[in-house]
């Protein structure tokens, strides 16, 4: 499988040291995207992320074109994963997802898993489990969906997740194909 792309700080905020020791490592985001251009969706959320404060973007996946999980009558996805270390909790980071989604023109009056401009989901924080309507830790889709599997596997290879264990194997157990993965530069999408 394929090796991640190298998370790009953004060269104006450096974190120093001793913040980045006292962030929460281990956590990782999903992102997807189907409408309005959905790679520089996603790339353009990966540049929030990055020059978010209280945040520091230790790697990003690849990126990959998926076809659609739930309606079929709607465009294929992009979707990427990447991980973080912050000083936000699980809910404030949530918070700030869901604000990074709207800033991107996200509407939320719409059907189940239906097209979207962005979705950011909290995969993993660490070890921590939740079970609330406001926020399932670990993310429930993870284990069944090769859009968040792949990228996820590039950045953890076989190391083996909290709760979740190791990503090799389960997309083992999936047995689903790798989906195409799309080069930023090419945008035909
Ligand atoms: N919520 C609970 N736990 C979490 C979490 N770990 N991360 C709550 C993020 N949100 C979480 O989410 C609905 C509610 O889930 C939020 O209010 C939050 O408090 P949403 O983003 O508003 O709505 P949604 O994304 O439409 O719903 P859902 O059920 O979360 O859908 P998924 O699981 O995100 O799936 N096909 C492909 N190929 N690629 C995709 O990325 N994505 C979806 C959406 C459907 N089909 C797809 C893809
Ligand atoms: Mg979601």
């Known amino acids: 499988m394929p090796n991640s792309l190298k998370a790009k700080e953004n060269p104006k905020k450096q974190h120093q040291p001793s913040q980045l020791n006292t962030m929460q490592g281990g956590i990782y985001i999903g992102l997807g995207s189907n409408l309005d251009e959905p790679v520089q969706q996603v790339l353009t959320a990966i540049k929030h992320l990055q020059s978010a404060t209280e945040i520091h973007v230790v790697a990003v996946s690849n990126l990959y074109k998926t076809p659609p999980m739930g309606p079929q009558d709607q465009p294929d996805y992009i979707n990427a994963v990447v991980e973080l270390k912050t000083a936000l909790p699980p809910y404030q980071l949530l918070r700030f997802l869901q604000q990074l989604e709207n800033q991107q023109a996200r509407s939320r009056d719409t059907e189940r898993w239906s ?55 389960i997309i083992k157990q999936l047995n689903e194909p790798q989906p195409e993965i799309i080069n930023p530069n090419k945008l035909d999408v």
């Not at 962005?118 to 660490?126: E, R, S, T």
């Not at 889709?141 to 083996?160: C, Q, T, W």
């Open 115 to 169: 097209a979207r401009t962005l979705d950011l989901d909290l995969l993993l924080y660490a070890d921590t489990i939740l079970n609330t309507n406001e926020l399932t830790i670990p993310h429930i889709g993870i284990k069944h969906r090769a859009f968040v599997l792949y990228p996820l596997y590039d950045i953890v290879h076989n190391k083996s997740l909290p709760v979740i264990g190791q990503i090799g194997d």
